[in-house]
């Protein structure tokens, strides 16, 4: 588990235990390296560990790796909680979850997510009280720290050294039942993603899913102003819905989703107006601000800043172009009119005596001519009277 914990996290951790208990494998390893995520993902998760038929030893690496927020909640699930040197745990209070709620609903969040914590804490052996502060006060703990405070059971520089002190140690399961483990030299047997996991793996971040958002709109857009291209439509409907797919699973924040809408409409107005850039420089901002509030979240879950400035920009500048083509499209005189045809010169495909056929503008017209015009000769348009021509001879070019 290498990033934010989302949705497909507890389908891949699902999958790898049923795995596992199929092959009676003598563990499940769970590599943890996790910034956090949903809350509702890890709860998930926590049933399928403690339900496990196979032991789960979760493992916080490498050095520098963290099981912070909703990973420590995962971290003490485990049958066996494992640290690598220089990794830290704990930080989870549940701000996902505290947005702009009152003070009395706050603490009723905070009491739900602690007595979970402490039911699976306490069953683990390991410090109860201590893991609680990580809620209350929002405390961290390194891999030394955690272990002398009995809030993990060992401290392994790698997974050999790890699987050789964890070898004939007796583990009490969620259930009661005492369990011995043999994993001295054991072999790491990896879990394949399916190619539907791989696919939301992938787009789960939410800041990959905001610039399939903003790449699939564009596509869209091409197709409808352009019809006919059919390639722009179908990958910008993939991505389109692949953004969507990757957002849908978090909490938006409708002020930002009406930025980002305020922003594409800013953007429009400014080619339809003469405003000075002020529309569109307003949309461009509207559009980076909209980014940012969309996710309503702990910073782990939202839009980055960067990612805002290296999408909207580009989308902005790329909406003003487009559209400035097809304002510019529509005001150009249309082919069907007399201003579209008028005076153009064709040539005579068939004797004018008075009616005949011309060839005007890579068109076939059917045409009329009140002086007769031998075939090949060419014509000038005098009028357009519906779908027909009215022409007279034009000397040669």
């Avoid at 910034?35 to 399928?48: A, Q, T, V, W």
């Avoid at 745990?89 to 003070?103: H, K, M, Q, R």
């Avoid at 015009?373 to 357009?384: K, L, M, Q």
Wanted: proline fraction near 5%; glycine fraction near 10%; charged fraction near 20%.
């Amino acid at each position: 588990m290498d990033g934010i914990i989302a949705p497909v996290t507890a389908e891949i951790v699902a999958h790898a235990i049923d795995q596992a208990s199929n092959a009676d494998a003598a563990a499940v390893l769970l590599r943890l390296n996790t910034p956090g995520g949903l809350m509702d993902s890890s709860r998930e998760i926590d049933e399928k560990i403690v339900a496990s038929r196979v032991p789960v030893i979760a493992y916080v690496t490498p050095s520098g790796g963290r099981a912070a927020s909703a990973g420590f909640f995962l971290l003490q699930a485990a049958d066996v909680a494992a640290m690598a040197p220089g990794t830290n745990t704990g930080a989870s209070s549940p701000v996902l979850l505290t947005g702009d709620l009152t003070e009395t609903e706050r603490k009723k969040v905070e009491n739900d997510a602690s007595a979970w914590l402490r039911s699976v804490v306490a069953k683990r052996g390991h410090n109860a009280d201590l893991a609680e502060t990580t809620i209350r006060e929002a405390k961290a703990f390194t891999e030394k720290e955690a272990l002398d405070d009995h809030l993990i059971d060992i401290v392994a520089p790698d997974e050999p050294h790890l699987f050789d002190e964890l070898d004939g140690r007796t583990i009490k399961r969620f259930d009661g039942r005492a369990e011995i483990l043999h994993t001295a030299g054991a072999e790491i047997v990896d879990y394949n993603l399916t190619a539907r996991e791989r696919i939301m793996s992938s787009v789960s971040d939410p800041n990959v899913g905001f610039i399939l958002l903003a790449i699939g709109a564009l596509g869209v857009y091409v197709e409808f102003s352009s019809p006919g291209l059919i390639l722009p439509g179908v990958a910008g409907g993939i991505m389109f819905l692949l953004g969507l797919s990757s957002l849908s699973v978090l909490p938006i924040n409708w002020i930002g989703a009406a930025l980002l809408l305020l922003g594409g409409v800013l953007l429009i107005l400014e080619v339809k107006f003469t405003s000075h850039g002020v529309l569109g420089i307003g949309g461009t901002v509207a559009l980076v601000l909209g980014a940012l509030l969309l996710v309503n979240g702990p910073p782990e879950v939202r839009i980055h800043l960067s990612t805002a400035l290296a999408v909207t920009i580009p989308f902005a500048l790329i909406t003003l172009f487009l559209v400035s083509l097809v304002v510019q499209a529509r005001r150009n005189k249309t082919m069907m009119s007399d201003g579209g045809l008028l005076n153009q010169l064709g040539q005579a495909r068939t004797a004018l005596s008075p009616s005949g056929t011309v060839f005007i503008k890579g068109e076939y017209w059917d045409a009329i001519s009140t002086t007769p015009i031998e075939p090949g000769a060419n014509v000038r348009v005098v009028s357009v009277e519906g779908l027909k021509l009215r022409v007279e001879p034009a000397p040669k070019t």
